[in-house]
């Protein structure tokens, strides 16, 4: 007796996927192997290390705790969405790159979209707010002073791209000098 | 080298392109494996019956120990037993799937494999199995009693007893002015990286091969493994190590029984075979370590100076001795830290008792023995009413003695020798950098507002960089680009960045157009494998000896092509010229091509290097002794470890009512060597210290008497959040290079968390004002101890 | 850990939920998944099917001020942790229940938990149920013979037991408001962030009045009076109501004896900080 499978779409950092799963099929197990996308990581399935966040509509869920058939016709966004079109790294992977916020790599994903939805939400963070954020992510090889110090950067990172992109779209053929973005970053 | 570069393998962790073991092979249709695991923690197997089980959809294999022989005859026999020891008469390693009997909770007796993974698990809940109970043994003391065996043929459950002696430690406790007994334990715990175990295999009837990926810290023993255990050829077989999420340390134990199954597997189906452990797997099936209980005596004179140190303890190996006896020896060794005993003694027994086997955990044995003499060390000042650092000073190995030759056998089976290292100017460093002859005012001042703060201090000597070798391959292609292949692997320590900044440097190349492979056994079969602080120093050394070979091979080209002398070139970004003279260049790929005399001009590249002529046209194209192509190759082989060392301080405060213990500073004080990548290299410090955070104050395997494990998820075994870890770690560095590579590197992985029970069991001890002998400790811990004092 | 096989039903509305659950004395409701999830992939539980309310409109409001949550915070069934955390009028109308969901596991899990969920699981060490008890709260639950309020001294039969019936579905839940002049505080001491307690407090005082609600010393949420008590006496009285009540849990990570110290602490703390709370509210607009 086959399993009786259930057809989802999931869009999924702006694509549309349609899948065919059975209804135990696990998020994080039908965006690895039935979409394909190897980004999220399974750290435990029990929703304590996060290493499967994603976000769904807009906020951090732990993919291991929520079955695919439960968020049919929902977007999500997986680490893999947070590059840029132009395959260069977002403010969040920037920051993580200098700040060396990073190891193994395994728990990062989860990092990774945790601190995109933080930032969105608060964007300044104070430094307790900071460690606050990443309060719901285990990391077993870099003692998270690095996540921290990742964090506050992707917000400068992210406050300099915004300022650009403001000056860009307010100044219109004004191509904004280096000496302004700076200033902006810091 | 000593530049914070950033990381290659990062641009592809952080697009989510990493492939760790269970991505490979995802748009495959491979077949997914199960294991049926023991629940009790000693029994005998009386039946297992799988009848129902091939009757599930999906459902491709159901395999028993009944099974093996057929499938291979040596899959039939115990998994090996891979670091053999004279004493270790008694070793025992288990079958890859129970054969009469379970002496763990969670011992392999059935495999499935399946096309996914919920329907393998569905046919797991299919099998049932007929077991007579028998008593579990466990805990240490259990063992030592031996009123029941874990193994029926291993007398008073004792694997092994070593004892090693430098002088009579003994007789000068007996003689000495002072003496002191302590009494010590440590419980079990384990690593936990975030990615669990993982083994994907691939049979290719037509080549006859078989291909293997496993989340290992060894792709060579996994390789030898395999094998042997399915009747291979060593050449039929390739291993793969892909990008692991962590090991540190439990990762280097081989072959895990599924490590066999899963190529097995592949081989007899056909098909790509995959399994993926489950974080309750991990917990239950893979390794811990860490338990010891110690008993010290110790003789020393008015100045605390050392005049006989005689330790026994005894080490939990857990149900089987894959890994031998290195945690023990290790331990053994280690325990002498910095310092100079006059006299030392130390003897073990590796102990059985039924539960889950015990293999290195990052320090393997250190912390056990940092924790032993660092005790001891306070426990001599608060009797003599010093301050602990002077106890330790005095005992220090000083600057002029390296090498220093303590009269053991080390863990790589030679002499225990230091080669270098300043533990003085490391004392002033650490005790300046956590403010120590400072607090005894903060202390006082704290009291006065009703709190209470407590400040410890822990010093260690890690042997890094063992033996027997690593080795190294450096390959010029025609582009230009630099491949570089070592054959041990990597878990998260940046080998790839690392190592190409030794090869940019030693080439003359841009660090951009190096590219480093590692554990993989086609690029290079000759390795050992990540471990024991060792990658940087032996694979470090060989890749740097194997790019200095490359370099040589270059220069005799390039001069041969531009006719001038070599020691007139220079190699800059990938250009080799004539010092003062930049028109005169040939770049590095001109010169790949020159160097495999080619019939046949493919490309640009080789039609350019038809402008040079090399070689004389009197003799073979390529001389006698030389080879084609522009390659180095090289080993290292070490004739012993090099001592890095280091010490930690830290104070806490802990609340008079909760028992809650917060940690208001930690401080590091780090040697190991020159630095490759200092970046790199801090961060192993902070993942340490927080692994040792969370191994002093928050984790241990809660066991109960009939061998459960209470807590085998994250929910129960607490391994700290950045909310547990203190914000912000002092951190300096000395650094006395090791004049035994050409590098002067240390191994710097294990140095963050060697001390940490030791640090934190003095601090709190501090702060109390009574002694703490076991560790971890958690408020409910110390808050009876509180009782137990007041009630004496 | 992969989850057994279930039938699967996403009913569209609460009547179709009733429905699939008193078709089938197996199953199960899904909302947050929260608790749910781990239990079916760790194979601790096994229903035969899940009833997934989370497509049923309508279930996710927060509502104060109105004629349905007149005097309180009445929260629908799919709203989420988080949702209610953020919500400024359940902040002012009833505190305690603010103060207790910051305590509730990580943001990340709150994002998807429900509240209704977490009071229907009936977990004695989990923060909301003894919120509701200590504040006499109740649940609306829909069954095939209609609408019912359980208060909340009815609710929490047993350990993880609730009375709500297998064929019931938990629709909303009521906390009634914080009167005026009254005050509230919560506390509890963890491990780690985040963690389960290893002992908690809320305490509500009024008046002379004095009640204090216990979560992870016994096996059910378990609620004090400590009216008239002297502050110094606070921890050990509610011990001498706790211990022979149910006992005082002993586990792994904490001993009876050392949770009891840690009821000792925290009772004084948050009933002498629910004090000081009322002192600083001031309230706003027209009295209720």
């Given at each position: 007796m086959t399993e009786e499978r259930h057809t989802v779409r999931l869009h999924v950092n702006g694509h549309v996927y349609d899948a065919a799963v059975p209804a135990r099929r696990l998020l994080s197990d039908a965006l690895r192997h039935d979409l394909g996308l190897t980004g999220t990581h399974v750290g435990c399935e029990h929703g304590v290390c996060g290493a499967c966040t994603v976000l769904l509509d807009g906020r951090p869920v732990r993919s291991c705790l929520i079955l695919a058939v439960s968020v049919d016709g929902q977007e999500v966004t997986t680490v893999e969405g947070l590059t840029n079109e132009d395959g260069s790294l977002g403010p969040v992977q920037q920051a993580f790159l200098e700040c060396h916020g990073l190891q193994c790599g395994f728990c990062t994903p989860g990092f990774l979209t945790t601190i995109t939805a933080g930032l969105r939400d608060n964007p300044t963070p104070t430094h307790e707010e900071a460690r606050d954020m990443i309060a719901g992510n285990l990391c077993r090889c870099t003692g998270y002073q690095n996540i921290v110090k990742a964090v506050e950067r992707a917000s400068v990172l992210q406050r300099a791209q915004r300022a650009k992109d403001a000056t860009v779209v307010e100044e219109g053929a004004h191509r904004p000098s280096r000496d302004q973005v700076t200033e902006a970053g810091t | 080298?000593?530049?914070?570069?950033?990381?290659?393998?990062?641009?592809?962790?952080?697009?989510?392109?990493?492939?760790?073991?269970?991505?490979?092979?995802?748009?495959?249709?491979?077949?997914?494996?199960?294991?049926?695991?023991?629940?009790?923690?000693?029994?005998?197997?009386?039946?297992?019956?799988?009848?129902?089980?091939?009757?599930?959809?999906?459902?491709?294999?159901?395999?028993?120990?009944?099974?093996?022989?057929?499938?291979?005859?040596?899959?039939?026999?115990?998994?090996?037993?891979?670091?053999?020891?004279?004493?270790?008469?008694?070793?025992r390693t288990q079958y890859a799937l129970a054969k009469d009997e379970v002496n763990y909770m969670g011992e392999a007796i059935a495999f499935v494999v399946a096309d996914d993974r919920y329907v393998a698990e569905d046919a797991l809940a299919r099998i049932r199995v007929d077991y007579e109970l028998l008593t579990p043994v466990v805990g240490i003391a259990a063992s030592r009693a031996a009123e029941h065996l874990v193994h029926e043929d291993v007398p008073g459950n004792v694997g092994a007893r070593l004892e090693q002696e430098n002088g009579d430690a003994r007789a000068a406790i007996a003689q000495a002015p002072h003496t002191l007994t302590l009494d010590l334990d440590i419980e079990r715990s384990s690593c936990q990286p975030m990615e669990g175990r993982g083994v994907v295999a691939r049979w290719d009837a037509d080549l006859n091969r078989l291909l293997a990926w496993s989340s290992t810290q060894t792709s060579t023993g996994v390789r030898a493994a395999i094998a042997v255990k399915l009747g291979l050829d060593l050449g039929q077989v390739d291993v793969i190590t892909p990008d692991v999420g962590g090991g540190f340390g439990v990762k280097i134990n081989h072959p895990w029984p599924e490590e066999l199954l899963v190529p097995l597997a592949a081989r007899a189906l056909g098909r790509t075979v995959k399994y993926t452990e489950d974080r309750r797997e991990h917990f239950i099936a893979t390794a811990h370590e860490r338990a010891q209980v110690q008993h010290i005596e110790v003789g020393f004179d008015d100045d605390g100076r050392l005049l006989g140190l005689n330790v026994e303890f005894w080490h939990d190996h857990g149900a089987y001795t894959p890994y031998g006896l290195i945690v023990p020896i290790i331990t053994s060794t280690q325990l002498l830290g910095p310092y100079k005993p006059q006299s030392y003694?130390?003897?073990?027994?590796?102990?059985?008792?039924?539960?889950?086997?015990?293999?290195?955990?990052?320090?393997?044995?250190?912390?056990?023995?940092?924790?032993?003499?660092?005790?001891?060390?306070?426990?001599?000042?608060?009797?003599?009413?010093?301050?602990?650092?002077?106890?330790?000073?005095?005992?220090?190995?000083?600057?002029?003695?390296?090498?220093?030759?303590?009269?053991?056998?080390?863990?790589?089976?030679?002499?225990?020798?230091?080669?270098?290292?300043?533990?003085?100017?490391?004392?002033?460093?650490?005790?300046?950098?956590?403010?120590?002859?400072?607090?005894?005012?903060?202390?006082?001042?704290?009291?006065?507002?009703?709190?209470?703060?407590?400040?410890?201090?822990?010093?260690?000597?890690?042997?890094?960089?063992?033996?027997?070798?690593?080795?190294?391959?450096?390959?010029?292609?025609?582009s230009g680009k630099v491949k570089?292949?070592?054959?041990?692997?990597?878990?998260?320590?940046?080998?790839?960045?690392?190592?190409?900044?030794?090869?940019?440097?030693?080439?003359?190349?841009?660090?951009?157009?190096?590219?480093?492979?590692?554990?993989?056994?086609?690029?290079?079969?000759?390795?050992?494998?990540?471990?024991?602080?060792?990658?940087?120093?032996?694979?470090?050394?060989?890749?740097?000896?194997?790019?200095?070979?490359?370099?040589?091979?270059?220069?005799r080209i390039a001069a041969d092509a531009l006719e001038v002398d070599e020691k007139d070139l220079q190699i800059v970004d990938g250009v080799v010229s004539v010092k003062g003279l930049p028109e005169a260049s040939i770049d590095l790929g001109t010169v790949s091509v020159l160097s495999n005399p080619l019939r046949y001009a493919f490309d640009e590249a080789s039609k350019a290097a038809t402008q040079f002529s090399v070689g004389d046209p009197g003799k073979p194209p390529v001389a006698e002794g030389d080879e084609p192509g522009l390659e180095g190759k090289d080993f290292y082989s070490p004739e012993r470890a090099t001592f890095a060392s280091g010490m930690h301080a830290v104070i806490v405060e802990t609340d008079p009512e909760t028992a809650e213990i917060t940690i208001l500073k930690y401080a590091v004080v780090h040697d190991c060597g020159n630095l490759i990548n200092p970046m790199v290299v801090e961060g192993q410090i902070h993942g340490g210290v927080a692994q040792g955070v969370g191994g002093a104050l928050y984790e241990r395997m809660a066991y109960d008497e009939s061998g459960q494990l209470l807590n085998a998820s994250f929910m129960d075994f607490l391994i700290p959040y950045v909310t547990e870890i203190p914000d912000g770690i002092a951190i300096d560095h000395l650094e006395t290079p090791s004049p035994l590579n050409p590098l002067g590197i240390k191994g710097a992985g294990e140095a963050g968390v060697i001390p940490s029970a030791a640090v934190f069991a003095s601090a709190i001890e501090d702060a109390e004002g009574f002694t703490i002998k076991a560790m971890p400790i958690s408020p409910s811990e110390l808050f009876h101890l509180r009782q137990s004092q007041e009630h004496r | 850990m992969k989850p057994a096989p279930f039938a699967?039903?996403?009913?569209?509305?609460?009547?179709?939920?009733?429905?699939?659950?008193?078709?089938?004395?197996?199953?199960?409701?899904?909302?947050?998944?929260?608790?749910?999830?781990?239990?079916?992939?760790?194979?601790?539980?096994?229903?035969?099917?899940?009833?997934?309310?989370?497509?049923?409109?309508?279930?996710?409001?927060?509502?104060?001020?109105?004629?349905?949550?007149?005097?309180?915070?009445?929260?629908?069934?799919?709203?989420?942790?988080?949702?209610?955390?953020?919500?400024?009028?359940?902040?002012?109308?009833?505190?305690?229940?603010?103060?207790?969901?910051?305590?509730?596991?990580?943001?990340?899990?709150?994002?998807?938990?429900?509240?209704?969920?977490?009071?229907?699981?009936?977990?004695?060490?989990?923060?909301?149920?003894?919120?509701?008890?200590?504040?006499?709260?109740?649940?609306?639950?829909?069954?095939?013979?209609?609408?019912?309020?359980?208060?909340?001294?009815?609710?929490?039969?047993?350990?993880?037991?609730?009375?709500?019936?297998?064929?019931?579905?938990?629709?909303?839940?009521?906390?009634?408001?914080?009167?005026?002049?009254?005050?509230?505080?919560?506390?509890?001491?963890?491990?780690?962030?985040?963690?389960?307690?290893?002992?908690?407090?809320?305490?509500?005082?009024?008046?002379?009045?004095?009640?204090?609600?216990?979560?992870?010393?016994?096996?059910?949420?378990?609620?004090?009076?400590?009216?008239?008590?002297?502050?110094?006496?606070?921890?050990?009285?509610?011990?001498?109501?706790?211990?022979?009540?149910?006992?005082?849990?002993?586990?792994?990570?904490?001993?009876?004896?050392?949770?009891?110290?840690?009821?000792?602490?925290?009772?004084?703390?948050?009933?002498?900080?629910?004090?000081?709370?009322?002192?600083?509210?001031?309230?706003?607009?027209?009295?209720?």
């Amino acid at each position: 007796m086959t399993e009786e499978r259930h057809t989802v779409r999931l869009h999924v950092n702006g694509h549309v996927y349609d899948a065919a799963v059975p209804a135990r099929r696990l998020l994080s197990d039908a965006l690895r192997h039935d979409l394909g996308l190897t980004g999220t990581h399974v750290g435990c399935e029990h929703g304590v290390c996060g290493a499967c966040t994603v976000l769904l509509d807009g906020r951090p869920v732990r993919s291991c705790l929520i079955l695919a058939v439960s968020v049919d016709g929902q977007e999500v966004t997986t680490v893999e969405g947070l590059t840029n079109e132009d395959g260069s790294l977002g403010p969040v992977q920037q920051a993580f790159l200098e700040c060396h916020g990073l190891q193994c790599g395994f728990c990062t994903p989860g990092f990774l979209t945790t601190i995109t939805a933080g930032l969105r939400d608060n964007p300044t963070p104070t430094h307790e707010e900071a460690r606050d954020m990443i309060a719901g992510n285990l990391c077993r090889c870099t003692g998270y002073q690095n996540i921290v110090k990742a964090v506050e950067r992707a917000s400068v990172l992210q406050r300099a791209q915004r300022a650009k992109d403001a000056t860009v779209v307010e100044e219109g053929a004004h191509r904004p000098s280096r000496d302004q973005v700076t200033e902006a970053g810091t | 080298m000593g530049q914070p570069v950033q990381r290659v393998e990062d641009q592809r962790f952080l697009r989510g392109q990493g492939k760790y073991v269970d991505d490979i092979a995802v748009g495959e249709h491979a077949l997914h494996a199960a294991v049926l695991r023991s629940p009790h923690a000693h029994a005998r197997i009386l039946d297992i019956d799988v009848s129902d089980v091939l009757d599930l959809d999906g459902v491709h294999a159901v395999w028993t120990w009944d099974d093996l022989a057929d499938l291979s005859a040596p899959m039939a026999e115990p998994l090996p037993l891979l670091i053999p020891h004279p004493t270790l008469i008694n070793g025992r390693t288990q079958y890859a799937l129970a054969k009469d009997e379970v002496n763990y909770m969670g011992e392999a007796i059935a495999f499935v494999v399946a096309d996914d993974r919920y329907v393998a698990e569905d046919a797991l809940a299919r099998i049932r199995v007929d077991y007579e109970l028998l008593t579990p043994v466990v805990g240490i003391a259990a063992s030592r009693a031996a009123e029941h065996l874990v193994h029926e043929d291993v007398p008073g459950n004792v694997g092994a007893r070593l004892e090693q002696e430098n002088g009579d430690a003994r007789a000068a406790i007996a003689q000495a002015p002072h003496t002191l007994t302590l009494d010590l334990d440590i419980e079990r715990s384990s690593c936990q990286p975030m990615e669990g175990r993982g083994v994907v295999a691939r049979w290719d009837a037509d080549l006859n091969r078989l291909l293997a990926w496993s989340s290992t810290q060894t792709s060579t023993g996994v390789r030898a493994a395999i094998a042997v255990k399915l009747g291979l050829d060593l050449g039929q077989v390739d291993v793969i190590t892909p990008d692991v999420g962590g090991g540190f340390g439990v990762k280097i134990n081989h072959p895990w029984p599924e490590e066999l199954l899963v190529p097995l597997a592949a081989r007899a189906l056909g098909r790509t075979v995959k399994y993926t452990e489950d974080r309750r797997e991990h917990f239950i099936a893979t390794a811990h370590e860490r338990a010891q209980v110690q008993h010290i005596e110790v003789g020393f004179d008015d100045d605390g100076r050392l005049l006989g140190l005689n330790v026994e303890f005894w080490h939990d190996h857990g149900a089987y001795t894959p890994y031998g006896l290195i945690v023990p020896i290790i331990t053994s060794t280690q325990l002498l830290g910095p310092y100079k005993p006059q006299s030392y003694r130390v003897v073990f027994e590796s102990i059985y008792t039924n539960t889950v086997m015990v293999t290195p955990y990052r320090g393997a044995g250190r912390p056990q023995g940092c924790f032993a003499m660092e005790r001891t060390m306070d426990a001599i000042a608060q009797y003599l009413g010093k301050d602990r650092t002077e106890v330790r000073a005095v005992n220090f190995i000083q600057p002029d003695e390296f090498p220093y030759d303590h009269g053991l056998i080390f863990q790589d089976g030679r002499e225990l020798e230091y080669d270098s290292g300043d533990y003085p100017a490391s004392l002033e460093k650490i005790k300046a950098l956590v403010g120590w002859d400072e607090f005894p005012a903060y202390k006082a001042e704290m009291a006065a507002q009703g709190r209470q703060v407590g400040i410890g201090l822990a010093c260690y000597v890690e042997g890094t960089g063992v033996g027997p070798y690593e080795g190294a391959h450096v390959h010029i292609e025609t582009s230009g680009k630099v491949k570089v292949a070592t054959g041990l692997t990597t878990q998260g320590q940046g080998h790839a960045t690392v190592f190409a900044q030794l090869v940019a440097d030693e080439l003359g190349v841009r660090f951009e157009d190096v590219e480093v492979v590692t554990g993989d056994t086609r690029r290079m079969p000759y390795a050992v494998g990540t471990f024991a602080s060792r990658a940087a120093v032996m694979s470090g050394s060989a890749i740097h000896l194997a790019a200095k070979r490359a370099k040589e091979k270059v220069l005799r080209i390039a001069a041969d092509a531009l006719e001038v002398d070599e020691k007139d070139l220079q190699i800059v970004d990938g250009v080799v010229s004539v010092k003062g003279l930049p028109e005169a260049s040939i770049d590095l790929g001109t010169v790949s091509v020159l160097s495999n005399p080619l019939r046949y001009a493919f490309d640009e590249a080789s039609k350019a290097a038809t402008q040079f002529s090399v070689g004389d046209p009197g003799k073979p194209p390529v001389a006698e002794g030389d080879e084609p192509g522009l390659e180095g190759k090289d080993f290292y082989s070490p004739e012993r470890a090099t001592f890095a060392s280091g010490m930690h301080a830290v104070i806490v405060e802990t609340d008079p009512e909760t028992a809650e213990i917060t940690i208001l500073k930690y401080a590091v004080v780090h040697d190991c060597g020159n630095l490759i990548n200092p970046m790199v290299v801090e961060g192993q410090i902070h993942g340490g210290v927080a692994q040792g955070v969370g191994g002093a104050l928050y984790e241990r395997m809660a066991y109960d008497e009939s061998g459960q494990l209470l807590n085998a998820s994250f929910m129960d075994f607490l391994i700290p959040y950045v909310t547990e870890i203190p914000d912000g770690i002092a951190i300096d560095h000395l650094e006395t290079p090791s004049p035994l590579n050409p590098l002067g590197i240390k191994g710097a992985g294990e140095a963050g968390v060697i001390p940490s029970a030791a640090v934190f069991a003095s601090a709190i001890e501090d702060a109390e004002g009574f002694t703490i002998k076991a560790m971890p400790i958690s408020p409910s811990e110390l808050f009876h101890l509180r009782q137990s004092q007041e009630h004496r | 850990m992969k989850p057994a096989p279930f039938a699967y039903h996403r009913p569209g509305s609460v009547a179709d939920a009733v429905a699939a659950l008193a078709g089938d004395a197996g199953a199960k409701v899904l909302a947050g998944g929260q608790s749910l999830v781990p239990l079916l992939s760790m194979r601790l539980a096994a229903p035969s099917a899940l009833v997934d309310i989370n497509g049923i409109p309508g279930l996710d409001t927060i509502e104060v001020d109105t004629a349905s949550s007149g005097g309180g915070v009445r929260i629908g069934a799919l709203a989420r942790h988080a949702d209610v955390l953020a919500s400024e009028d359940v902040r002012r109308v009833q505190p305690l229940v603010s103060l207790a969901l910051a305590n509730v596991a990580h943001a990340t899990i709150r994002n998807r938990g429900t509240t209704v969920g977490s009071l229907v699981h009936a977990d004695a060490a989990a923060e909301m149920p003894v919120v509701l008890s200590l504040l006499g709260g109740s649940i609306d639950v829909e069954g095939p013979g209609g609408r019912r309020t359980i208060p909340a001294d009815e609710l929490y039969v047993g350990p993880l037991e609730s009375s709500v019936h297998h064929d019931e579905l938990a629709v909303s839940a009521f906390f009634p408001a914080l009167a005026p002049g009254a005050g509230v505080a919560f506390e509890e001491i963890a491990r780690r962030h985040g963690d389960y307690a290893l002992v908690g407090v809320a305490a509500l005082v009024d008046g002379d009045s004095v009640r204090a609600g216990f979560l992870s010393v016994s096996d059910v949420p378990t609620v004090v009076d400590l009216t008239g008590v002297a502050d110094d006496d606070l921890g050990d009285a509610a011990l001498e109501h706790l211990e022979p009540a149910g006992g005082i849990h002993s586990d792994i990570h904490a001993t009876a004896a050392y949770r009891a110290q840690l009821v000792r602490v925290l009772t004084r703390r948050v009933v002498l900080a629910a004090r000081v709370s009322r002192q600083a509210r001031q309230p706003k607009g027209v009295a209720r």
